[in-house]
Structures are given as structure tokens and as C-alpha cells.
């Protein structure tokens, strides 16, 4: 709910850039006119802009409080393995293949006014990594990766603050990840965010038994 109203509220700064673009181009005389132009194509650039960042917005959710991020469930088919991601209310299956899996996620922390008045930290799902243990395998791989989410038109705010090191004095971007841990049929897992970062539990026999042979 949160970051849908942050994504409407930059979606209105995009429709007041397309007014005072309207207002620019077709208000009054055209004095000046390449000028009014000039201007009121900028300003339509901007509202497109802005609007962009907000659609980036509303891609990232509040995290949970006290219950996991998401579960991951495998279900062997063929070479390959259909993965469940049961997120919040959402659930929606990838293939992957490989020995192990590797998740990253996107981190938003805010800071300042935005942290006083309780705006809660935000999270996206980045992509999920199957890596095989034989590099010949791995060459060979077909479905080694399975992107969650993305950014339009390269409109990314997170990468932005990340790449330019900026925060806007409100966002510190913060990047987390499961490191490779053992892919099995049947195998389910729960992954939290701990202070030390992404954490993945076994949640059935399988994958229990996955982690101790990989150990």
C-alpha cells in the first residue's frame, strides 16, 4: 500500500509536468514561440520521466513483518525444475535448472524525514540463479536464469542511487542475496531478511536433506 501511494503521488508530479506542458504550448500568443515549444517539449520529457520513476515505484513492496520474504518450492520436470514463488498474496512459477540456487534482491532504506515519519523499507525481487556443479553443464545451460522484476526503458532508481553513489538524502539502496545453496525435487525453502542479510531455511524433509548432503 505504501509504495503504491509513493508510485500515485510521483504519478501526479507526471500529470502536473504534462499541464504545464499543455499550458506552455497552446496557452496565449505564440511570442516566442520556439521558445514555448522548446519548454513544453521539455516538460513533456520530464512528465514521461517522472512518470517512469513511478511505475519503477510501484514495482517494490513494504517488507513484511515477522514472515518471510517468499517461499521457493521445487518440483523436478525433466532436466529442468518448475520453482514456485509464493510472495506475500502472489504466487508465480519460473523454470530453472542447475545444481544450486542463488536469489537476489533489491533493498530501499529510507533515511531522514522519510525514516521519522515511519515509512517502512522496501524490497524487490531481482532474479533467481541456477547453477550446475560441472562447468560442461553449465556452458550447456539453457535456463540458468529467471529475472523477477525489471525496470522500463532502463528507468531504474535503485541503480541509479546504487552506480552514482547519490541518495537523495531519503534512500539508501541496499542490495541482498542467498548465496548457492542445494536445488532438490520436492525441496522447499522460506527466506527471511535478517540484520546480517538474506537468510533461507529449509522448510520440508527435502530440503533438509538437500543441505546435508551438500555439506
Known amino acids: 500500500m505504501q509504495y503504491d501511494a509513493l508510485a500515485w503521488a ?3 508530479l507526471a500529470l502536473l509536468a504534462v499541464l504545464v506542458a499543455a499550458r506552455i504550448l497552446f496557452g496565449g500568443q505564440w511570442l516566442l514561440g520556439w521558445l514555448r515549444g522548446t519548454c513544453g517539449l521539455a516538460f513533456l520529457g520530464l512528465a514521461g520521466l517522472v512518470g517512469l520513476v513511478a511505475y519503477d515505484l510501484s514495482s517494490y513492496a513494504p517488507l513484511p513483518q515477522d514472515k518471510p520474504l ?3 518450492s521445487f518440483k523436478a520436470d525433466g532436466p529442468l525444475y ?3 514463488l509464493l510472495e506475500g498474496g502472489r504466487e508465480r512459477s519460473v523454470t530453472l535448472e542447475g545444481d544450486l540456487w542463488q536469489l537476489d534482491a533489491r533493498l ?3 533515511k531522514g524525514l522519510a525514516a521519522l515519519i515511519g515509512l517502512r ?5 531481482e532474479k533467481l540463479t541456477g547453477r550446475f556443479l560441472a562447468i560442461e553443464q553449465q556452458t550447456l545451460a539453457q535456463h540458468a536464469r529467471a529475472e523477477l522484476a525489471h525496470s522500463p526503458y532502463g528507468v531504474d532508481l535503485w541503480r541509479r542511487l546504487r552506480q552514482g553513489q547519490h541518495d537523495l538524502l531519503m534512500f539508501d539502496a541496499q542490495a541482498r542475496r542467498v548465496t548457492y545453496l542445494p536445488i ?3 525441496a522447499v525453502y522460506a527466506v527471511s531478511l535478517t540484520p546480517t542479510g ?3 531455511q529449509p522448510m520440508n524433509q527435502a530440503a533438509k536433506q538437500a543441505l546435508q548432503d551438500w555439506q
Open 184 to 186: 532438490a525435487d520436492d
Open 198 to 200: 538474506l537468510l533461507a
Open 121 to 125: 523499507p522496501g524490497y524487490r525481487l
Open 10 to 12: 510521483t504519478a501526479l
Open 82 to 84: 518448475r520453482v514456485n
Open 108 to 110: 530501499l532504506q529510507w
Open 70 to 72: 517468499l517461499t521457493l
